[in-house]
């Protein structure tokens, strides 16, 4: 189910901002600021949840940090101490991987932004610190790289070293190049790569995942980069060859996709073999909302790994095609031999990210990135 930044999910009935912030979440962020002084938690649930219900999601971040904020001191460094004085407890350490935080816990985020970017920036980075270690203040260190490049990055030089996961795991994640819903930033994207040397080798998942995602946006920027760091990382031997092989197939896979080589090598899969491959596609016209059944026979006079993909070209009314890749088969090919491949390709008629139009569709079939065999099919 694909979920936007205005909380909507696909699902029918189902919205991600109304689970996220609702009378419980806004209870227990009341209970946590009634630990200061003259904080009213009565009246910061009544004016939150009065609020809700016409924003967004982003929208109602803010709306809370500025019911919050109303009861807060003016001056930054008092505020900051007051924000810092309700965190609740932090995420639990021993914890590994999948400790995202509850977003009521953005607000230290949004206030440090809205009132220590200019002038209070070394408190401000302090309290993301704090912050981060109860929700990921991977949105709000932007702002940060933007207007303070120099000192905000000589803060994550130290925060690699960090010796709580979720701080470590900020410095990779507020840095990526394409992050989700959040801003964009004016950092050179090949900057970031010595904080991804050093975070590589980290013990926790949390960031090596991080750390993969930010490589696999690193692919659309400079792909012979990556590469040559993933390379580099291997030969060093400080990560576990496992979490290694995992990081670097997460990395590549746009770059898998597109069938660039050098990533596809990295991988072991080679490009230069010659291969017989047939495509067979049934039922032939398919109805949209009906399954397409894809039937691949390939076969090599070598043994080889092959990484099979598929390629379907959308027919447009407009005229403009659009094109998406799908996995088919990671397998091992055995010399002479033919190796049929089977795929049901459901046609959602709505999907999340495109709609499907009757009319002819070309489907390709790609080999360790290359294009071995195509066929048209009808939507109907």
């Known amino acids: 189910m694909a979920r936007g930044p205005d909380g909507a999910g696909q699902a029918q009935g189902f919205s991600l901002k109304d689970e996220l912030f609702n009378a419980h979440s806004i209870g227990d962020l009341a209970a946590e600021y009634a630990v200061l002084p003259g904080f009213d938690p009565a009246r910061f649930e009544t004016d939150a949840l009065a609020g809700l219900s016409s924003r967004g999601l982003l929208e109602r971040l803010d709306w809370l ?51 220590g970017l200019e002038n209070h920036r070394d408190r401000a980075l302090d309290l993301l610190e704090a912050a981060t270690q109860r929700f990921s203040m991977e949105f709000y260190i ?87 760091h993933l390379r580099a990382w291997k030969a060093t031997g400080r ?53 397409l059944q894809i039937e691949v026979t390939l076969m090599a006079d070598v043994a080889l790994p092959v990484m099979v993909d598929y390629r379907i070209r959308f027919h447009r009314p407009n005229g403009r095609s659009g094109e998406k890749v799908f996995k088919l088969k990671t397998a091992q090919l055995k010399q002479g031999m033919p190796m049929t491949l089977t795929k049901s390709h459901r046609l959602k008629g709505e999907a999340s990210t495109f709609k499907l139009h009757p009319g002819p569709h070309q489907i390709t079939i790609q080999i360790n990135g290359q294009d071995r065999a195509e066929a048209a099919v009808m939507f109907v």
Request: glycine share 4%; hydrophobic share 40%.
């Open 65 to 115: 940090a500025d019911c919050v904020e109303a009861q807060l001191p003016n001056s930054f460094a008092e505020m900051a101490d007051a924000l810092e004085a309700a965190m609740p407890r932090a995420l639990d350490p021993r914890k590994t991987d999948d400790d995202f935080g509850r977003f009521i816990h953005a607000v230290p985020g949004i206030l440090a932004v809205r009132h």
């Open 142 to 228: 932007r702002p940060f790289l933007n207007r303070w490049p120099e000192e905000t990055l000589a803060r994550l030089d130290r925060w690699v070293e960090h010796d709580n996961y979720h701080v470590r795991r900020l410095v990779s994640e507020g840095t990526r190049p394409r992050l989700p819903w959040a801003a964009n930033i004016k950092l050179d994207p090949l900057v970031p790569l010595r904080f991804l040397d050093a975070l590589h080798e980290d013990p926790t998942r949390y960031v090596t995942r991080s750390v993969a995602n930010h490589m696999n946006d690193l692919t659309r920027h400079a792909p012979d980069r990556v590469v040559t």
């Open 239 to 291: 990560q576990t060859p496992k979490e290694l092989d995992w990081m670097t197939r997460h990395a590549l896979r746009t770059a898998v996709k597109r069938g660039e080589a050098e990533a596809l090598a990295l991988l072991g899969y080679s490009q230069n073999q010659d291969m017989s491959v047939s495509l067979r596609l049934t039922p032939d016209p398919v109805s949209i909302g009906d399954a």
